[in-house]
């Protein structure tokens, strides 16, 4: 019997865990302490022990009465991962105007980061202005099918902006 050996493939170096009296010495002596760059904002940059969290950017629009606008105020939040999904089922960043994910350790995050249009830049995951949300795509959709209402339960969010987008451009067509 021969015995064959499959060759090693090298794995992706960890970085390494830091130490929490290093960095406490590291902070305290006023040493700089390294630095990563967002994976979804690659001007974002945060130290390089905290790429283990969601980095969110939390923006809200307040009143100011004596200036009589509104000024935006930005804040970030670092989450652990099952922490922020956890947030994110349970709608706890409706009370701000936009949040924005700055890093993402997640895998999934890497796969979307991965996914790029025909130019080759990132698409932005944003919703569609006018279908914000799954409900008012479906509801679009029924206005516009009216003999498929079964059929929209069964489809998701993209396909049914896809839907919506190809009747309304034959409704452009149309009235061109």
Do not use: C, W
């Not at 302490?33 to 001007?43: F, L």
């Amino acid at each position: 019997m021969s015995t064959t050996t499959k060759p090693k493939v090298a794995a992706k170096a960890k970085t390494p865990k830091l130490d929490l009296k290093t960095l406490q010495s590291q902070q305290l002596n006023g040493e700089d302490i390294e630095q990563a760059k967002g994976n979804q904002d690659d001007s974002y940059e945060f130290p390089a022990h905290e790429a283990d969290r969601v980095h969110v950017k939390l923006t809200s629009k307040v009143n100011d009465p004596v200036k009589k606008e509104y000024t935006v105020v930005d804040k970030v939040v670092k989450l652990v991962p099952a922490q922020y999904e956890r947030m994110e089922r349970n709608n706890a960043f409706a009370e701000y105007d936009s949040q924005t994910i700055l890093h993402d350790p997640r895998p999934q995050a890497a796969k979307k980061e991965a996914e790029t249009d025909d130019t080759g830049t990132k698409q932005p995951m944003q919703p569609n202005a006018t279908q914000p949300s799954l409900q008012d795509a479906q509801m679009r959709f029924q206005e516009l099918y009216p003999e498929d209402k079964e059929l929209t339960a069964s489809k998701n969010y993209d396909e049914l902006v896809e839907l919506i987008r190809a009747k309304d451009a034959d409704f452009g067509k149309v009235t061109e």
